[in-house]
Every structure is written in C-alpha cells, then in structure tokens.
C-alpha cells in the first residue's frame, strides 16, 4: 500500500520568513495530493491540493510542487505569519483511498 | 466545501463502556470516512462508512471494536465499543464531497480512565 514520509517533524521560522515542507510518497499510481493544516483543537482543514497532471499550484502565500518521476511533494509558505502556526499534514491519494504523512509541527516566532 | 459536526466534541468514559460519535453533514455525500488520531500522531483510517451496507475497515480494526452505522447520505456514527485507555484518541469524520475533495469535521476528544 502507499506510504507517505513527511519532512521535518517540526519547523520553527521568524515571521516574514518561508517554510518549506516535503513529502515523499512509494505508489506511483497515486495522483492526488492535499494538504490539510490542523489548528490545536480542531480538525485538519484543507489548505491546498495538487493533482498528478500539474506541476506547481499556488494559492496567495501558499504554494505547492510536484515531482511525479521523483515521487515527491512540497508545500511552501512564502511571508509566514504567527497564525500560520499549526501542524500540517499531507497526503497522498488514488481514487479514495488516502494516506497521511506523519505530520510537521510549525512554529511561526513573531 | 461541507460543514461537518461531531458529537460529542469530547468525553471522558471508563474502561469497558462504549460511547458513540455522531456525524452530521449538511450536504448529501457518497464517502464518508472514520480516522483515528492518537496524541501528538497523524491520522489513520478505521473504515469507510458505505450507505446501506457493511463498513469497509482497514488493516488493524474489526467490526466488533468499532461498529459504524450510515443510514443515510448525511450521517453516520462510529462506536467505540468495550473501550480501554488504548482507545483514547481523536475520532475524525471525514467526507468526500461533490468536487472529489475530502473534509474533516472537528473530531471528538475521548479519554478513557
């Protein structure tokens, strides 16, 4: 079945700088990849997504790279603010069968 | 994107009772999923909850531990049956809308004494 490997486990930034996030995935077949930020106490809510047949997606401050051959995925944050702080996970998905990486926990220092 | 609901939001039950999650969304939906977050761990899925037949579980959870209902397109419930401190955890629904993207509701917090 699929695996999906997220890097760093945390990840502490000054405000105003980037963060980048990676995920590696092992089933090449999979072609759907979200990626979900989770706030303290709440449920993981769907920042960005990516499918196979694109190669970067962005959204304002957020964006996301695919690399289909290398099978690996980033999500970028570009002029971070304290809010963006939370823990961030992604996935990696064929038809509904979804698999999350380990997740990373961001800290954004004002 | 769906507005989902959870109920309970969060309970603290003792070793051997059961308890049961409640899922409502506001919109009708073919997949709804059931997760499982263990403190401080990613997400990992229990089972597909399907309409009008047997939920679909994956490696790991049986049937008889966490049984699911979905009567309907908008509801579904998870029980966590004969429960023990191992089984403390965020429970997550999860639905696939229209446009294939997948929403979390915002998760029910058990603590098992």
């Known amino acids: 079945g699929e695996n999906v490997e997220q890097h760093p486990s945390t990840l502490s930034v000054q405000e105003g700088d980037s963060a980048v996030i990676k995920c590696t995935y092992s089933?090449?077949?999979?072609?759907?990849f979200p990626w979900y930020k989770q706030e303290l106490g709440k449920g993981p809510q769907l920042i960005i997504d990516?499918?196979?047949?694109?190669g970067e997606k962005k959204d304002q401050r957020i964006a996301v790279t695919l690399n289909k051959t290398a099978k690996h995925f980033s999500l970028h944050i570009t002029e971070t603010q304290p809010e963006d702080s939370a823990v961030y996970f992604c996935?990696?998905?064929?038809?509904?069968?979804?698999?999350f990486g380990a997740g990373t926990r961001l800290t954004v220092k004002p | 994107s769906a507005v989902i609901s959870q109920k309970p939001s969060r309970d603290i039950c003792q070793r051997g009772t059961s308890l049961t999650i409640q899922c409502q969304v506001d919109?009708?939906?073919?997949?709804m999923f059931w997760y499982r977050q263990q403190p401080g761990q990613s997400l990992t899925l229990i089972a597909t909850?399907?309409?009008?037949?047997?939920?679909?579980?994956e490696s790991g959870f049986v049937i008889d531990k966490f049984p699911i209902s979905r009567p309907n397109l908008t509801f579904s419930t998870l029980t966590v049956s004969n429960m023990s401190p191992e089984d403390s955890s965020i429970y997550l629904c999860s639905v696939e809308g229209t446009s294939g993207l997948q929403f979390f509701g915002p998760g029910t917090r058990l603590t098992v004494l």
């Open positions: 909850a399907n309409q009008g037949s047997e939920a679909t579980y």
């Open positions: 996935a990696a998905s064929l038809e509904d069968d979804m698999r």
């Open positions: 089933d090449s077949a999979s072609n759907y």
């Open positions: 990516i499918r196979s047949n694109v």
């Open positions: 919109s009708q939906v073919t997949m």
